[in-house]
């Protein structure tokens, strides 16, 4: 029997948006929107360069994660690791190298944002030491068009 091809990790580049906005786009739990289009993917990893990564395989890339800092705390979005390159520690590797460039930034501590109800998501994050926050909500807005007030609705 043939052993499976190592895998390798290294920082995302602009080069892999199509095949990362592939993998992102057949993933359960994960919500894309405008802000992960090329445009706005390209200034992510410019902005946080080097702290993004992908995994590859015998040349396939079997995985992703954005990883970014605002100077105070960073942030991972989007991490996905193909269904039948999971339970290798894929997803694990891809975090710690992450928490590790943060680390070496000065950033102490990291957050990620899961649906709630994207409970194998959760499991996993558990898993791997994180622990959910039911002391805080999600609030947001956008920043040029229509404002959403409670009395109005959206």
Not at 52 to 57: H, K, M, P, R, W
Request: contains cysteine.
């Amino acid at each position: 029997m043939k052993k499976p091809p190592s895998i390798r990790l290294r920082a995302f580049e602009l080069r892999d948006y199509e095949k990362v906005r592939g993998l992102w786009e057949g993933m359960p739990g994960i919500g894309l929107n405008e802000s992960d289009t090329r445009p706005a993917i390209a200034l992510f990893l410019r902005r946080n360069r080097g702290f993004s990564l992908v995994a590859t395989a015998g040349g396939i890339l079997v995985g992703a994660v954005l990883c970014g800092h605002d100077g105070r705390r960073g942030y991972l979005h989007h991490l996905a690791v193909l269904q039948e390159w999971r339970r290798r520690g894929t997803g694990r590797r891809m975090v710690e190298a992450c928490l590790e460039r943060l680390a070496a930034a000065g950033i102490p501590k990291c957050n990620i944002f899961l649906f709630a109800d994207n409970t194998r998501g959760r499991a996993f994050w558990r898993r791997n030491g994180w622990m959910v926050r039911e002391d805080l909500k999600v609030m947001q807005r956008p920043t040029r068009g229509r404002v959403c007030r409670p009395d109005t609705g959206c």
